[in-house]
């Protein structure tokens, strides 16, 4: 990590819209080099933040800087200094899937035959060189994803920008996703994304903050988040039909969560915790003991489960 300058510094940051808040008054910093994340559910105001760090929404108030620069002055030269990846693909289905990258690296301004060998080797970076001369349309979602990285990638960007990358994705394609980020990270691309889901952040990124209904409500790496806020196990209990508990749980862990389809205990000793559960008499169908994650974190934190 750099010990320079941050990449991106905002101070009281905000966005309105009329009387409605999107984004109120957040700090947060970006180092050189490192992954960045916004987690939160829906309407939490990641994307707002995200539009304008990339100098496409206005900001109603506090101060942002991108690479030093403010958004409001020179938001030419900083779209040019940056990759995007929208929450959703932009991409020609006309057009083949190498025309959409030469296309797009004309908006640069790069001269042709650096167009065409960069996209030959981030199609080969994307694991995508097999359909260069294949129409969009047909893609799948994986694959399209895919294909809007390498477009944003066209410009050797500095810093790149994912809202919700592997939204909508199946597992199997989120995780080849996961791999390219990750790659990318290792090349020194500072990326910020936005995600809902928990495993996500948990897996790329280096920091993070968790926002909910507009503000920033603890920042830290995952990690930390999870030493902080929650204990270091948690029992799942599922039953046949409703609980009927009856107080039988209490004092068997530091949290009691009892959400529609199961009972968590936060614990610091999962199978002395089970263990009790089973000499409590509560009839359980099912207790599995796992380690704590982000998702125990935004649960102790706002409440609710992250997807709303």
């Known amino acids: 990590m750099s010990t320079g300058r941050p990449l991106i510094e905002a101070q009281g940051l905000t966005k309105r819209f009329g009387e409605f808040t999107a984004v109120d008054s957040i700090d947060f910093a970006v180092e050189r080099g490192e992954t960045f994340g916004f987690l939160g559910p829906n309407g939490a105001g990641k994307t707002s933040t995200m539009r304008m760090i990339s100098a496409v929404s206005p900001v109603t108030g506090g101060t942002l800087r991108v690479l030093g620069l403010d958004p409001a002055e020179h938001g030419a030269e900083l779209k040019q200094q940056m990759g995007v990846v929208p929450q959703q693909d932009t991409l020609d289905f006309e057009l083949t899937v190498f025309e959409n990258l030469l296309v797009y690296g004309r908006y640069f301004g790069i001269p042709m035959d650096t167009i065409r060998k960069r996209a030959d080797e981030l199609l080969e970076f994307v694991q995508l060189h097999e359909r260069r001369d294949s129409r969009v349309e047909p893609l799948s979602g994986g694959m399209k994803r895919r294909l809007t990285i390498a477009r944003a990638l066209i410009n050797e960007p500095s810093l790149l920008l994912l809202d919700e990358p592997t939204t909508g994705l199946d597992p199997q394609a989120r995780h080849v996703l996961w791999d390219r980020l990750y790659r990318l990270k290792q090349q020194g691309v500072t ?27 603890a920042e830290g790496s995952p990690r930390e988040l999870i030493e902080r806020y929650v204990q270091r196990e948690v029992v799942e209990l599922r039953f046949a039909g409703d609980p ?22 936060g614990t610091d000793d ?22 704590s994650t982000l998702e125990d974190v935004f649960l102790t934190l706002t409440g609710r489960t992250l997807v709303e």
């Open 244 to 265: 009927e508990l009856n107080g039988q749980l209490d004092g068997l862990g530091e949290r009691v969560e009892v959400l529609a389809d199961r009972v968590l205990i």
């Open 191 to 217: 990326q910020v994304l936005t995600t809902h889901y928990m495993d996500e952040a948990e897996q790329l990124c280096d920091r993070l903050v968790v926002m909910d209904q507009a503000k920033i409500v």
């Open 270 to 291: 999962g199978d002395a915790t089970a263990h009790a559960v089973h000499q409590s008499g509560v009839a359980v169908e099912s207790v599995l003991v796992r380690r």
